[in-house]
């Protein structure tokens, strides 16, 4: 189901007045807003194909209704939100999970929802139905070369969908690793990967990326042959210069500083993007700000002035996507919030005043540094990001609106309550 | 299949000479050797039936071969393992997988198998085939009354099947929590999931004990609604004189000093059990003893310590269980590597001096407390735990073993390789 | 030093336009904007004497300037910081460190500050250069009864300056534990400080209330004696009715669920108070709401929900202290923004809609839920906070005035460079 | 005081036969005992000079007795620790605690006690009482060229000292970091920090190497400018050749996989050397050992393959050295048993069986390869620690023959009680 313009118009109708009004005040306080409401308005998040239905644990997983079941039910679903946000303008594929029948039929339902094709990503932690070889025990790492060789040919073949359908990087996140001291050689496994990382890296086209993502444990629970930020330096600075580290926030040990990370990434140029998520304990994949959103702010406040001390495009020189997971809320709903949340830290990071927060640097005035952060984070900006999608011709509440038309009893409707999507 | 006394024997035999060169050399090391090897002898540690298979993760599974896919093989995997080390001498069944059809049969076989019914476990966190209400919002702590009173049905349901049995305990692991913050009321699940427990404890047989387990966090990632020793022990202490608090070595948050709670809830009289495993970041599920076999000990030392000086008794006043998840081994490797780990880590605290150190701690002797403790657990005491098994008819080496007559090769013939047992 | 009326009047004229600007704003949006004003112009937050000072390390400390160095002095530092917010209208004193000289002048002082006597602090953490017996291995868990009995008699000492001062409370933190494992018998060192907090207790008049403050780790790093809530909550329950637990924010293992606890002692009757500070790793001592702000909200939406139920009075029945300490921030400077941080936290929780959100937990609606906290937590309630100044005769910018008046440089001259506060 | 020749005689005579038994029984075990008891004999920890008198916390030190005040006093503890194991053959200086009044007499002493002048240790984590400018906000990193230079023409000052005494090697610690988000540009004090040790680096004679030491936090407690080994490595990477990274086991983010990190920095010809001490929470600095002995066997299995593998020099070719504090226990005591610790792990780890483990790995045989590791673990290998301190000339009960020499008895009365170690 698609929304008309009239829905959306006459939603924000009712919202308009107290959307001036909060607009107005928030505008009269931060120097340029409408820069500010520019820069969101051109700021896209992808959408994970895999987290357009309900997902679960290894104790259970409680469905949702009205999955998408197909292709392009996914699509279709990521052109929903993107027309309640205009900000969800890419949908990131999986395979095998998403394997298109008919790419010129898909790319032209992407035309017309406005959908790009973001990261593709591959799967060498599960095994399929007619797999030669199993990944039970790894895929580039494996002491097999042939199930290394099964895992670079996938990699491959995920490059190729990506090329038919316009996308231009594909995204590594390898379950690789072990649970058991000794199961590994760690020396072997690290220069295996890489070996394997670099059959895929000669297969990248000219104008691909590639993102090496690192996790530092789940589904191994000893070790990860990709675990930390360090190590996917080491890979991707091995590699070559098309290869560059994928962030996942939920990826880390306790208590790691994040922003900082980022910001040597950046600095090293070899930051490639983003798994954007929330977690207090691990791998948890909540919402994207729903538990810690000072972090999110810290970090976007790292990208936004590492990006701009090198010159770069907010929009285009870093990967932007979500990667959630939805045990107990509707997964529209939960993306919208995701998404929301993103744009308000993005939002709270341009207000900060890096002229003077850097003057404060220089003077070791940390209590002044504290302030210009927090004044930029406690800025109610939720009036420029709804002003943002207002002008893209988005609604001012997309959740409220997604309720208001109950959006997902037409989606069950149409769909069926017992659909599944593929994913976790 | 069942293993003849003549294949054990014979692979005995073959080890004796080097077996008895090491009990000579620990036994002329330690005090009493004949009492540990009595001790090692009588202690029994159950299995759950749902680790008798190949566990995962959200991610997926790598299944084993030749799993158990009925109760009665479930039973027979446990009285193999029991033949090989005479200490896994009890099943912990887990209802609805577990539901017996034969009852009278199944205890008929389990007498066969020297096998007692140890704790009966119930399952809340799962929406079953045929279930009115769904568990997505949590079971004991839910909102609905509807929905908490057909879990109590199904925890007193579970009563009924563990006395038909001849179990005395049912252990209640709950799922509950949340997965957000303002997702649940905390006083409001507190209360609910205190007069749910109420009920199926006032359904408890006057000789049963119920535990009460706790879990900081998974598959709920905000909260947990027993989340740690604290409430439990606040919902055992209001229950009455039957509730305990049941111990999973890896529910805790990082750091936990494990030791210490068990030693508090002995002294509380509240400590009702364990669920042993392994970890090195959550609920891992690994093997017993395979990352922190000193902390093992440690726990060990205070479980002895503390039930000498209230005079408990080793084999029966407290729950011994495995609860492990076997991703990359032989389950059944696997859980004689645990069971092996438990009585290693028993024995070496049954070799401690607490004279000796109960006098350092009175002097304040920090280093020679530690002395102490290092002197016992640096002791190879793997001969006392052979010994222990080699009069109990066990084999002196079980994977040896298991591995010579290649079982599993016979399981699989047996049971076929897709043979999937239910669990996790 | 003390302000002058004109100063803070001709401070707050020059912001005065600004404000009403978003008073007015941020008054349209909310339901009852004059009552929050009220709740936040009564809520106090008691200073400690001992962070004052610049704080350090073991591994060093970078002295501050123009620190206080008598009583008398500090507390005219927090009569300093409450002319400057009207909401640190108490100090928290510490003996030895605080004895006092002239009981009856300090009451006179702290009278014309306009300051209270909030809780007293006992240490028996460190040696002082008389005491007859050492505290090195633990002061109420000692082995040595003789011990014991003198960190009793100084507890109950600290009673008696607190009676004589106004206090009506005791604050016990211990920092016994061990270090080593088999240092302390864990049983003997709980029951032995459970008698020596019931001897403290005794001496409790009848108007007190003890706070027993638990710990994870630090300045022991294997065991801490009173460790963890549970552990605080068994000494509280056996002692009585005037003994509650504390909770210092920064004296958690990593990833625990604060607010959950938080509810949790409140539903049980223990929850007697705060030390309010923020932390990344350990018990960092850092400014309030520097790294966790969000997490700060949920602890008061806890407090604020939860004290409501049971009609408790916000402003006198728990204890409210921040306990930071400022290692590279002025020290009035680090409170002052600490201070706002709390009134921020507290406005935002009365804001949320707990009639809404109780219904959406009703319905299981956990996107709703969160859409509420959220909506609360991204008000930008600044203007509220200042408002509740103003009418208080408060600056509307603490710390702008702060450095507009060069108050650091005027204690300088008073005091000098190289004045060093008591403390850690 | 210094031990005779007699006295350990006599001691190992009483010892003697009780350990030849043990000997005789473990070397039957095991197939080339003599090589492991060579290796053990020529492995030389190094003793850091400011471990030698009681250590402490920010909140208090409780003072031992007897504790060395001067260099030379220093150098005669560590010779007493020598004599008692021959395994503590080098001392590591910390400058300015430990600047050298007298060179030549100084080696004179070590000649004749037999040891070598390890990795010298630089500090720019305090100001001294002379200097210009404070490190509050940090050395190497800081915004004020004046600053940095200052902390640079230190390290080259340390270099300086070492040259003279024969050391080859100077190790960098930096408390350099941060309190607060938004103190720093992490950038810029990435690019600074590395500036200034390239000129170091600059200052580093041919045959000497610079360890880079990285600490997750404390005593900064947002970021650290060293933080992780990827930090380290980044540092080391662009300096050159001679600069290496320092691994201290308490430096890490809880729940962190030392081992693969050690592995992956050897396999990079980046591992430098070890700080050695254990820990349960942060940098607890506690006895090594004491807390997680598996994972300190594991460090040095990886370590034995990994340097066999590229043919290095056990005794040289990395740095081997103890950091810990010592709270609560005698600090010769508290060496002893650190050196001991870290003896019975090297030798377990010489015990495994690489040869299989290899093929074990190659098969995917997870639970053999965890049999292989256990196997070396659970063997006693203490007769074979103590037969090569036997071979040179050491005691075979270190402890037991200081305890039995009342050694600490005879410091008090040679350096009376109250003397005071310089350090932390």
């Given at each position: 189901m698609l929304l008309t313009k009239s829905q959306i118009d006459q939603h924000n109708d009712a919202l308009l007045q107290q959307h001036q009004r909060g607009l107005e005040y928030?505008?009269?306080?931060v120097p340029d807003a409408a820069a500010i409401i520019n820069k969101l308005a051109a700021f896209q998040v992808a959408i994970p194909s895999w987290a357009l239905g309900n997902g679960g644990t290894r104790f259970g997983r409680f469905a949702g209704k009205g999955e998408p079941s197909t292709l392009e039910q996914k699509l279709e679903d990521v052109g929903l939100l993107h027309q309640l946000n205009r900000s969800s303008g890419a949908i990131s594929l999986h395979i095998p999970w998403d394997i298109p029948k008919n790419v010129s039929a898909l790319k032209q339902l992407a035309t017309q929802l406005d959908l790009k094709f973001d990261a593709m990503n591959s799967n060498t932690f599960q095994d399929q139905p007619d797999q030669q070889h199993s990944y039970k025990y790894g895929s580039l790492q494996h002491v097999d070369?042939?199930?290394?060789?099964?895992?670079?040919?996938?990699?491959?073949e995920v490059i190729k969908y990506g090329q038919e359908l316009g996308s231009q990087s594909l995204t590594v996140w390898l379950a690789d690793g072990s649970c058991f001291p000794g199961q590994l050689n760690f020396r072997g496994a690290f220069n295996n990967t890489l070996e394997s990382l670099g059959e895929i890296y000669n297969a990248l086209p000219d104008d691909w990326k590639v993102f090496v993502e690192y996790k530092a444990f789940e589904p191994n629970?000893?070790?990860?042959?990709?675990?930390?930020?360090?190590?996917?330096?080491?890979?991707?600075s091995k590699l070559g210069a098309k290869a560059y580290t994928l962030v996942?926030?939920?990826?880390?040990?306790?208590?790691?500083n994040i922003e900082q990370i980022?910001?040597?990434?950046?600095?090293?140029?070899?930051?490639?993007?983003?798994?954007?998520?929330?977690?207090?304990y691990g791998d948890d994949d909540l919402t994207v700000g729903s538990i810690k959103p000072y972090q999110l702010f810290l970090i976007f406040k790292e990208l936004v002035e590492g990006m701009d001390a090198r010159g770069m495009d907010h929009t285009k020189d870093l990967g932007w996507m979500i990667d959630a997971s939805h045990n107990v809320k509707d997964s529209l709903e939960d993306l919208l919030q995701s998404v929301e949340a993103i744009n308000i830290a993005y939002a709270q990071a341009l207000l900060v005043d890096n002229t003077k927060?850097?003057?404060?640097?220089?003077?070791?005035?940390?209590?002044?540094?504290q302030e210009?952060?927090?004044?930029?984070?406690?800025?109610?900006?939720?009036?420029?990001?709804?002003?943002?999608?207002?002008?893209?011709?988005?609604?001012?509440?997309?959740?409220?609106?997604?309720?208001?038309?109950?959006?997902?009893?037409?989606?069950?409707?149409?769909?069926?309550?017992?659909?599944?999507?593929?994913?976790?």
């Open positions: 928030v505008s009269g306080n070369k042939a199930v290394r060789q099964q895992a670079i040919d996938h990699n491959i629970f000893y070790s990860t042959t990709v675990g930390d930020w360090g190590q996917s330096y080491l890979y991707a996942d926030l939920g990826h880390h040990l306790p208590n790691a980022v910001a040597l990434l950046l600095n090293e140029k070899k930051l490639g993007g983003f798994h954007f998520n929330d977690s207090k927060l850097l003057a404060a640097q220089q003077n070791n005035d940390v209590a002044q540094a210009i952060l927090q004044d930029a984070y406690r800025t109610d900006v939720r009036p420029l990001v709804a002003e943002a999608r207002l002008k893209a011709g988005a609604a001012l509440d997309p959740i409220g609106l997604f309720r208001q038309l109950k959006v997902r009893d037409q989606l069950v409707k149409e769909r069926g309550a017992n659909t599944v999507a593929t994913g976790l």
